[in-house]
Every structure is written in structure tokens, then in C-alpha cells.
């Protein structure tokens, strides 16, 4: 692959590896080389690439069952890495246009709802900002079917709550501790009103405890749910315009929130 041809997006839009052909013996030399090259993939989508996790999510789901299609799908992902070498996160990036001062965090989140054609499964991404600098990113599928858009949100800012959660305290141990809630940015106007709002309908009983837990951290000044969104690139694929776009702001090259 040092030779290969760079390519300019991860994952093309509409790739559908669903509808490739699983065989009933897969080839383990295939499956072994498959694994290879997501697992080498892989650690460097978690460590430094936020812009692979969506990629990385969905390739992930066919490690025991890989033919010589999904490999090269996987192949994709490393002809994007080859031309990338120069990219790389940037610690005190362009000035956010969301207002946020040095040290504060914030997050934004996405959900694909049951975009996962086997089980009907939701994507769901996660990205924790500081200083315009990516802190911790995450994209995967939710754990449970949900029955609609906003339980399927909800899932996504409870799921993102718990990095919040976390990140304050390191914050505390480190010697700098966050003064003010978090803001969570996020898109869907039914799961804000039902995190924001102190009483729940019986439509919305079903998904109770997680509603009251994130209602728990709003009272408690933890965190600040709000709409705004920039999270696209862990939860589907794109075309290549508006996955430059969002890979340039998750880099600390572009504005946080601008055009």
C-alpha cells in the first residue's frame, strides 16, 4: 500500500457492504487479513484520526465474516491515510464561532437512526472539545433498538453524558476544573425539550431513566444541552465537500461552527 494512489474520502456515499455476498466457510486467510488491516486502522482512527470513526465503526461490524470485497473497502481507508500524512489535530486551533473560552468544554453529538440494515441498530457519534482541540471522539452503534428519532437521541446525549461526566472529573484531578456547564450541541428539538423539561408525558415514560438523568446533570449544572451540529462525519458517509468541511473543524483547522 506505500505505492497506492491516494483517494480523498474514507468511505464513498451509499457503500453499502450489506449487500455484498457473506459465504457460509469465509476465507480465513481473508478474514485474517481483513482484521489486520482494520486493527492497524483502527488505533490510529482512536488516537489521531477523528475524521475515521464513522469509517472505522462500520468496517468493524464484518471482521468474522470479511471476504476479498470488504477487503478492499478496508484498503479505502488506507489509500485516505496516505493522503493525510500532512493533516493532523491542531491544539489551540481558528477561533470557535460557538462562544467558548480557553479551557471551557463542549461537545457535540449525532445520531444515523437505525441506519444499520441487520438489526436496525442506530450510529451514534460523540466528539469532546477543548480549546478547539479534539479531546475524545467515539462513533459506534447504540446498544438497543430505538423506536424513534428522539428515543434514539436521547440515547446519543445520554451515552455522550457519561464522557462528560468523566472528562470534568479528570479536569478536577488535573488542577483545572470546568466552572460552568457543558454545553452539548445537538440536533434533534425533541430530545432538547425532553432534556429540558422537568416533566415527562406518558409517550416518553419508555425512556424515563435516561431522560432523568440527563434532566439530573442539567439541574446539577454539569452540562447544557443546545442545538448546533457538526458531528455528521460519525454517523454516516459523505460527499467529499461537506466531509472536508466538517474533517477541517474536528481538526482545529476551520471554525467550530462556521462555514
Same mark, same amino acid.
Request: net charge positive; proline share 3%.
Given at each position: 500500500m506505500e505505492h497506492a494512489n491516494p483517494c480523498k474520502l474514507p468511505m464513498n456515499p451509499g457503500s453499502d457492504l450489506d449487500s455484498l455476498p457473506?459465504?457460509?466457510?469465509?476465507?480465513?486467510?481473508?478474514?485474517?487479513?481483513?482484521a489486520a488491516r482494520i486493527g492497524e486502522t483502527l488505533y490510529i482512527a482512536i488516537n489521531t484520526v477523528p475524521q475515521l470513526s464513522y469509517s472505522m465503526s462500520f468496517l468493524t461490524r464484518y471482521m468474522s465474516k470479511a471476504t476479498p470485497a470488504h477487503l478492499t473497502y478496508a484498503k479505502v481507508v488506507l489509500r485516505y491515510l496516505i493522503g493525510i500524512k500532512g493533516r493532523k489535530l491542531t491544539w489551540c486551533g481558528k477561533c470557535v464561532s460557538l462562544p467558548h473560552v480557553i479551557g471551557e468544554f463542549f461537545t457535540c453529538i449525532d445520531l444515523s437512526w437505525a441506519d444499520d440494515k441487520n438489526n436496525r441498530r442506530s450510529s451514534m457519534a460523540c466528539y469532546l472539545f477543548v480549546n478547539n482541540a479534539m479531546f475524545s471522539w467515539r462513533a459506534t452503534l447504540s446498544q438497543i433498538v430505538a423506536l424513534s428519532t428522539t428515543e434514539a437521541e436521547l440515547m446519543a446525549l445520554a451515552s455522550c453524558c457519561y464522557v462528560v461526566v468523566w472528562a470534568r472529573k479528570l479536569t478536577v484531578e488535573l488542577g483545572f476544573p470546568q466552572l460552568k456547564p457543558t454545553d452539548i450541541y445537538e440536533d434533534n428539538t425533541g430530545c432538547i425539550a425532553l432534556a429540558n423539561n422537568m416533566q415527562l408525558c406518558g409517550r416518553s415514560?419508555?425512556?424515563?431513566?435516561?431522560?432523568?438523568?440527563?434532566?439530573?446533570? $442539567?439541574?446539577?449544572g454539569i452540562i447544557n444541552a443546545t442545538a448546533a451540529q457538526i458531528a455528521d462525519t460519525g454517523t454516516k458517509a459523505l460527499p467529499r465537500v461537506p466531509f472536508e468541511s466538517f474533517t477541517d473543524q474536528l481538526?482545529?483547522?476551520?471554525? $467550530?461552527?462556521?462555514?
Open positions: 457473506i459465504l457460509d466457510t469465509p476465507d480465513k486467510l481473508v478474514v485474517h487479513a481483513y415514560k419508555h425512556v424515563a431513566l435516561r431522560v432523568c438523568f440527563i434532566q439530573q446533570l $442539567i439541574q446539577d481538526l482545529g483547522d476551520k471554525h $467550530i461552527g462556521g462555514k
